[in-house]
């Protein structure tokens, strides 16, 4: 059990240009979760997925933002069109889908900067 | 709109003191109860969980919970110095493990 792992650690990118972010999560956990945190803010949920499927997002995550989670891997969260109030920590979390409420383990995240 | 609310802090407690940490949330149809702790710069770390009316004991930590009161709290005894960060409470919306709903976190300072 090596984790959640998340890469990159940090990215500063200029305003209007598209990043990405990977997340591997642990490997048996089939439920990966993205949240995003600002500071002195606990994470706010952007999305998660069951498997390969998308099953919830949140009203915080605008056209700008698209995750995937082909085969059921690792997951990818890209912004497009970068901007300055997208500057935060990047959070991915990944658990077990069945039993009762399966905790939540976070990955060390991905800084994002704009400026 | 679902809310869980903290108290910001600082808590300051002196080395050896028992920290007491507060959490209330406003779905009542809430189903299960997780603390994280989070040092500065650092991504959340799951410390405890809990999921019927009552306390919940792991090392020095013990977890309460009363779904009556829709109140959680988190104990934490023989304070620390590496015990000073910020403690997230969070808040499942659904039975089954959808979302996390965050508190803001209180900052806890343990002074030696």
């Known amino acids: 059990d090596t984790g959640v792992s998340q890469n990159p650690r940090h990215k500063i990118t200029k305003r209007g240009q598209n990043v990405t972010f990977r997340c591997d999560p642990i490997s048996e956990h089939n439920r990966l979760y993205w949240y995003r945190q600002t500071l002195g803010q606990g994470p706010e949920f952007l999305t998660y997925?069951?498997?390969?499927?998308?099953?919830?997002k949140s009203r915080l995550l605008s056209d700008r933002f698209s995750a995937e989670r082909p085969k059921g891997s690792f997951s990818t969260l890209e912004i497009q069109r970068t901007e300055q109030g997208d500057s935060a920590m990047y959070l991915c979390a990944s658990s077990l889908g069945v039993g009762l409420n399966q905790p939540q383990h976070f990955g060390d995240g991905t800084r994002l900067s704009i400026l | 709109q679902k809310e869980v609310e903290q108290n910001s802090g600082p808590l300051s407690v002196p080395e050896g003191a028992i920290a007491s940490l507060n959490c209330t949330y406003s779905d009542r149809g809430s189903q299960s109860f997780f603390w994280y702790r989070q040092y500065s710069g650092k991504s959340p770390e799951l410390i405890m969980s809990?999921?019927?009316?009552g306390d919940k004991e792991d090392g020095r930590f013990t977890a309460q919970l009363n779904k009556a009161s829709q109140y959680v709290s988190l104990l934490i005894r023989d304070s620390q110095p590496s015990d000073s960060a910020t403690y997230l409470c969070?808040?499942?919306?659904?039975?089954?493990?959808?979302?996390?709903?965050f508190g803001a976190g209180t900052i806890l300072r343990v002074k030696s």
């Open positions: 997925f069951q498997n390969e499927a998308q099953l919830e």
């Open positions: 969070a808040v499942n919306e659904k039975e089954y493990g959808n979302k996390l709903v």
């Open positions: 809990i999921y019927s009316n």
